[in-house]
């Protein structure tokens, strides 16, 4: 019997990449120099799109499948998928939500402790010889005690706010509406409101188009000279422009970011900023997040052939 057919937007570990296609013939998108004429060749036979958080699949790449059944993300972020071009067609969407949890939020409860106590600056400190030339490093802030706000208490905002009790921290957080599980933390429905009684503001919420820079000038103002902006989420939640021009102006004491607008590739104006702790995207990024990301992918899309339920289905 004849594999059926996969377009791969984006590369996985070997240990994905191998048992991918063994089950499948996967045509490799990302490798392909003329994208359009690829979709063009290999799009007729597709019938799953196995793709990443951040590349998704617009409605070109959905409009080049006529066959296609399914769209699976690698990553709980579907915000790059055209689910109104997949609605259409009964086009069916999944994405990889729980396994990665844990992981995106230590790595901003990490961040928040790199960047308030200078952890960089202070291993450049003992590498270049600073320590012994200039002796004692230059004192940082606190984080134990202080007060976080959390826009976004989904799944991982609750573990990065379960986390930051065990600093000791007052906690408060907007979402579209109380959480029934937070009742020891201060539900602020506005957004600037919560920034100013904030010291550090986790962004954790899921983008859309209705989320597109929640966080503007007015919540990045309201932040203040002291505080600290922190985003594991996606670029889109926060004005980029307004966010540089605050770190720019330190009308904003500093930011921890692991997502860009147009990532790979970042504004320059961050590269000359010393008040922002710039991260590759890479949250989920542990050997046994990714494997586990890996298999749900498969087993979706493998559900999907056996006209199976799928495992974990957004669409
Ligand atoms: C990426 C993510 O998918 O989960 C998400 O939404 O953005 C990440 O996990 C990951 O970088 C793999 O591409």
Redesign the pocket.
Known sequence: MEKPEILQV?PYPEWDEGPLNEAYRTHRYFEAADKAAFLAQVGPSVRAIAT????GANRAMIEACPKLEIVA??????DAVDLEACRERGIRVT??PDV?TND?ADLGVAMMLCQSRGMIGAEGWVRNGDWAAKGLYPLKRRVWGRRAGIVGLGRIGFEVAKRLQGFGMEIAYTDVAPKSYAADMAFIADPVSLAERSDFLFVTLAASAATRHIIDRKVIAALGPDGMLINIS?ASNIDEEALLDALEARTLGSAALD?FEGEPKLNPRFLALDNVLLQP?????TVET?KA?GQLVRDNIAAQFAGQPLPTPVL
């Not at 993300?73 to 579907?78: A, D, I, L, S």
């Not at 995207?281 to 990024?285: D, N, V």
């Open positions: 984006g990443r958080g951040e590349l993300v690698y990553g709980v972020g579907y994405n990889t990665l995106v996606r997502v995207h890479h949250a989920s990024g990714r990301m």
